[in-house]
């Protein structure tokens, strides 16, 4: 797991990686002014994974997923995809699939499967049309392929996205805040739609604000805080044996500047946040001695508290 961009080697356990990012940075300018958007992010995706992409508007999330979309270049480190270097506008990117918000990648006026056999022309694909009406029924979009994009509801309108994009067969799929702006209703068929495009086999790389969205389909959390990786690992961690981990936060009258010892502990401001058994939290109580103590309050499991820690504060 890494936590505080304190990062484990990549590759070194488990299958090849298909995406693997290594030391990369990105800075924009205007004028005399600049600003590091990504700061030596490291991290790989295997083959078959689902992982949620979160943290705060201003991140870093939309510029890591041009990078390795292949639409901006790194100024340092490098992106591999399936082992071979991706650099700018390579042809590796062909592999990687990006769904935008709002499907804005589609005509409107024209159908669903026109939509995706225009795509599919563009690339020379053969029996393009047996193709599309085939993903189209695997994703529940059948009744609605024959539809214009601009009449079809928000959330068909990101299916029919997804299914232009697996026309291509892409061994990555990167979605960027798919659910924006979804009902409820819409958000639940999104999430039945993307259970049944794990069984067909791409990577997926989930960019969202929705937290519950990324616990119920997501294994894996990356989150971005300023442009730094602040954290690499399981949404739900299994408890040590033997004991009871359970995630705090500690409420203090004033900001915390003192030392927390050795325990798992992040300090945000007046927060702290603190993974350790119940009868751990006593001992971490008389480490930050003398602090003044608000409040206790325990944690649930899951893609909220991992935020609330480590990339904002969802709620507050």
């Known amino acids: 797991m890494t ?3 304190t990062l484990a ?3 070194e356990e488990g299958p090849a990686p298909l995406l693997d990012l290594r ?5 924009f300018s205007r004028g005399k002014n600049a600003w590091r958007a990504l700061k030596d992010i490291s991290f790989a995706l295997r083959p078959g994974e689902s992982v949620a992409l979160i943290g705060a508007n201003g991140a870093g999330k939309t510029t890591l997923i041009r990078l390795i979309g292949g639409v901006l270049a790194p100024d340092a480190g490098t ?4 082992g071979r270097s991706l650099r700018g506008y390579s042809s590796i990117a062909q592999g990687v699939g990006v769904v935008a918000e709002g499907a804005r990648d589609l005509y409107g006026n024209l159908t669903v499967l026109e939509n995706m056999e225009y795509f599919g022309m563009l690339r020379g694909m053969k029996k393009r049309r047996q193709r599309a009406t085939d993903i189209c029924a695997a994703l529940g979009l059948a009744g609605e392929s024959g539809k214009l994009v ?3 509801s928000r959330g068909n309108r990101q299916k029919a996205a997804i299914a232009a994009t697996l026309l291509f067969s892409p061994a990555l799929l990167i979605m960027d805040e798919p659910t924006l702006g979804m009902d409820q209703e819409a958000t639940r068929l999104f999430a039945e739609t993307i259970v049944k495009l794990k069984t067909m086999g791409p ?10 969205i990324a616990d119920e389909l997501c294994d894996r959390v990356l989150v971005l805080n300023s442009g730094e990786l602040r954290y690499d690992g399981p949404i739900r961690v299994a408890p040590q044996e ?7 936060e500690i409420l203090l009258a004033r900001p915390f500047a003192g030392a927390t010892g050795d325990f798992d502990a992040a300090v945000k401001g007046q927060r702290i946040a603190i993974s350790c058994t119940p009868e751990r939290l006593y001992d971490f109580l008389r480490t930050i001695a003398p602090a003044e103590i608000v409040a206790v309050e325990q944690l649930s499991s899951g893609t909220k508290n991992i935020f609330r820690r480590y990339g904002g504060d969802p709620g507050r």
């Open 23 to 27: 030391h990369v940075n990105k800075t």
């Open 9 to 11: 080697p990549v590759g």
């Open 203 to 212: 990577t997926l790389l989930l960019a969202t604000h929705q937290l519950e």
């Open 3 to 5: 936590q505080n961009a």
């Open 79 to 82: 992106i591999s995809i399936d």
């Open 242 to 248: 033997g004991a009871r981990v359970v995630e705090y």
């Open 150 to 152: 601009r009449l079809l």
